[in-house]
């Protein structure tokens, strides 16, 4: 069958199993507008920034696990999608984005809107390719699901001239694609494994860290066995919560730099660390000299260059997470030598002594709401339930720290870029995906203004989404630093001039709620979530001073934790076993 | 320390740029850098000399190879391995400097390509420390430019890099 670029663009997305993809139209891309308006199969969603499309595209694959697809024109188009693009590359999400070009003819003359999306987007896709043939198209389109869905996932971008959309060639959409230059190790080796699991055996004082890779891999069951099998106690990174359930005794909370006080006491004082699908990154590691001083390390990751790369490890594994426990385990099960029992009695005093410090403590009065009571009530009201998005910033921190996630993909928030704007088009994302479902998106005052517009994009589409705004009437992060290290100089950290957020919920057709007493907050909630085909915004006046503990701060290691006025004081003068 | 590493790099619009993009995006650096397609016309032989510990490189091998471009690689520091690089330059060449420095540039085995009758231009292959030394034993001949083509390199032995 012969067809145009535009459609051979349409028709690929549907062989390809693509049900919406994000886009805002332009010149570069009529061609391809006009294919979508003659079809039904891929269901266009119509943002209102490009931003906003890509951080759909990436709620949508984070809660789905399937990759997301993003349409947007060029120049502008492009550049405006560079931010969701990078958010979608430090947190390896599945993506696809397709710009626009200028005609072949005119690429290099500074036509029309016309950029080098290539070379702007280049330092952050897994991969890129410019369209130079319509007969290169519809495999183009191939490589680039299959680049971006397999081995370590991100973004990949596509660009398209106009004119390529206008030819014409023999269409036929290839079922499956090998490259030469690009095959990732799924298997572990397994020597390596042996080792590994020798090593864990023969742990005294073991821990098991985890990060968004096991979610990518879908390998959660697996790791929720292995722990269980072992009994060991159980770290998940900001990107891995949900990998196993926070509500297991196992589980020591978060670690790094707003972990909890256990899970990061642990890691210090840990011999033999299990690191699965995780990067060491700096927020997680505090500072490298103090990183785990007694550990031996083991580090599984299907990404080569992860290993080793911050923190030298004893047994690398390269391997897809799901496949290389899944050996892990059957190497356990077979085992004769068990875990010493006596060594993990006392190790697991140890961390319930740490744990009997209640680092997360907070008070709440009847003045002033505090934020963490917010995320702990919804978190109660929905049992745990709710996919939750979040912005950058404390209420971040507090979404982390008091929504328990037992479930993978029930948290979507920016790790790696820590990009603001990120909470509600990711919420957008995650509600088509699951329109039954309820999506929560916890912001700041600050955050939400960043792609307040796509309100809009929740009215057209009727996406019920509940925002709840801890509004402190501060860049919380950034004040809290000031506080902290810059002798409370608020330097710019106020946000001033705030809109009535009731209001403008309202005048984009939505549901606004103004909670200003600790008393109401409950109430509000049951309220909002009443609301079943609505879009609720929820304006939460919190307590300004309140700040994010524990904290570890910059160039301080696991062990030296500031905690905050409300955790309980224990002596721990049992000693190690 | 110097590590030499070759590529297999996809013939591609814009896979040079990736390569070179890794290195300054990552603070890695690049002391030489040379490039042409092969045989087969789909694929393009890098040569790259860098500089830094064992960690580093092994990190740089891992980034390159991530690069969905590069199709194989091969570090060439790490075995016994040829390395040639070729230098063009022209010099000064009257009064008494004339004869001193074709007596030189015989002693390296180079060339003169090309002659004026004030200048001598000088082709002369080699490893660079040759290179350097040839540079070196010109000393006070005034130079007028020096043209390098940066390492190439290939593993001694019967085993290749290839796909
Ligand atoms: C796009 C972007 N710009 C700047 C920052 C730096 N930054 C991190 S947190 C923060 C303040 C966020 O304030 P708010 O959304 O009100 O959340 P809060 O910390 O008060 O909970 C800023 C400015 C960022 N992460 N992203």
């Not at chain 1, 191939?142 to 680049?147: E, L, R, S």
């Not at chain 1, 297991?248 to 730099?257: E, Q, R, T």
């Not at chain 1, 990009?419 to 939400?448: K, R």
């Not at chain 2, 060449?93 to 004339?98: E, F, N, Q, V």
Request: glycine residues 8%; proline residues 4%; charged residues 25%.
């Amino acid at each position: 069958m012969v067809l145009t670029g535009a459609e051979i663009f349409t028709k690929s997305l549907k062989d390809e199993g693509v049900e919406f993809i994000f886009g805002y139209p332009g010149g570069a891309v009529l061609h391809i507008y006009d294919a979508l308006f003659k079809q039904e199969k891929v269901k266009h969603i119509l943002v209102r920034h490009e931003q906003g499309a890509t951080h759909a595209a990436d709620g949508y694959a984070r809660a789905t696990g399937k990759t997301g697809v993003v349409l947007v024109t060029s120049g502008p188009g492009a550049t405006n999608a560079v931010t969701g693009i990078a958010t979608a590359y430090m947190d390896s999400i599945p993506m696809v984005v397709f710009t626009g070009q200028v005609a072949s003819e005119l690429i290099g003359d500074d036509a029309f809107q016309e950029v080098d999306a290539v070379g702007i987007t280049r330092p952050c896709v897994k991969h890129n390719f410019l369209v130079k043939d319509v007969r290169d198209l519809a495999t183009t389109i191939k490589k680039a699901f299959y680049i971006a869905s397999t081995g370590r996932p991100g973004p990949v971008v596509i660009d398209i001239p106009k004119d390529i959309t206008a030819e014409r060639c023999e269409y036929s959409y290839p079922k499956a694609i090998t490259m030469r230059s690009y095959a990732p190790t799924v298997k572990g080796h397994p020597g390596q494994i042996k080792r590994a699991v020798d090593l864990l055996l023969n742990a005294r004082r073991p821990m098991i860290y985890t990060g968004g890779g096991v979610i990518a891999a879908n390998g959660n069951k697996e790791l929720t066995r292995l722990v269980q099998m072992l009994g060991y106690p159980c770290t998940n990174t900001l990107m891995g919560l949900g990998a196993y359930p926070a509500t297991d005794p196992l589980f020591v909370g978060m670690l790094g730099m707003h972990g909890t006080y256990e899970a990061n006491m642990a890691m210090h004082e840990c011999d033999v660390l299990l690191t699965v699908g995780a990067r060491f990154d700096d927020r997680v590691t505090g500072d490298l000299n103090k990183f785990c001083p007694q550990a031996r390390i083991i580090h599984i990751d299907i990404d080569p260059a992860s290993i080793s790369k911050n923190v030298p490890v004893e047994i690398p594994i390269v391997g897809s997470v799901e496949t290389v426990l899944t050996e892990m385990l059957k190497m356990l099960e077979a085992s004769k030598k068990k875990p010493d029992a006596d060594a993990l009695k006392n190790w697991w005093h140890r961390i319930d002594d740490w744990r009997a410090m209640e680092c997360l403590n907070y008070e709440q009065n009847d003045v002033l709401i505090k934020p963490q009571y917010v995320v702990e009530t919804l978190y109660k009201i929905t049992d745990g339930d709710a996919i939750v998005t979040s912005d950058v910033g404390q209420h971040q921190m507090w979404a982390a720290q008091f929504y328990k996630f037992n479930k993978p993909r029930r948290w979507i928030s920016s790790g790696g870029l820590g990009t603001m704007g990120f909470g509600m088009p990711a919420a957008m994302g995650a509600q088509l995906a699951y329109p039954d479902s309820l999506v929560a998106c916890i912001t700041g005052e600050a955050s939400i203004q960043m792609c307040i517009q796509e309100l809009s994009t929740c009215k057209q589409y009727g996406l019920p989404i509940k925002v709840l705004v801890l509004n402190n009437r501060y860049m919380g992060m950034v004040r809290q630093w000031q506080e902290f290290f810059y002798d409370r100089r608020y330097s710019h950290s106020y946000m001033d001039a705030l809109p009535d957020f009731v209001k403008l919920a309202e005048s984009y057709g939505h549901i606004g709620m103004l909670i200003e007493k600790p008393g109401d907050v409950e109430g509000a909630i049951k309220e909002a979530l009443k609301q079943k085909d609505r879009m609720v915004f929820m304006d939460f006046i919190t307590d300004q001073k309140e700040n994010v503990f524990p904290m570890i701060e910059g160039g301080k290691g696991h062990h030296e934790m500031r905690l905050g006025p409300c955790s309980a004081v224990v002596p721990t003068d049992r000693e190690l076993a | 320390m110097r590590h030499i590493i070759s590529i297999l790099l996809e013939n591609e619009a814009g896979a040079l740029s990736r390569v070179a993009g890794l290195f300054s995006a990552r603070g890695y650096n690049i002391e030489s850098l040379s490039v042409a397609p092969t045989e087969d016309e789909t694929l393009s032989r890098l040569t790259l000399v860098t500089r830094g510990s064992d960690e580093i490189v092994e990190q740089i091998t891992k980034q390159l190879n991530k690069l969905v471009d590069v199709v194989r690689l091969q570090e060439l520091t790490e075995g016994p391995h040829i390395e040639r690089e070729m230098m063009l330059i022209k010099i000064k060449a009257s009064g008494k400097d004339r004869e001193e420095s074709k007596r030189i540039v015989d002693i390296f085995r180079g060339h003169i390509i090309d002659v004026t009758e004030t200048t001598y231009t000088i082709e002369l292959t080699g490893n660079c420390n040759k290179l350097n030394a040839f540079l070196q034993a010109l000393g006070s001949v005034d130079i007028i430019e020096v043209v390098r083509s940066g390492v190439s390199g290939i593993a001694r032995g019967d085993k290749g890099l290839r796909v």
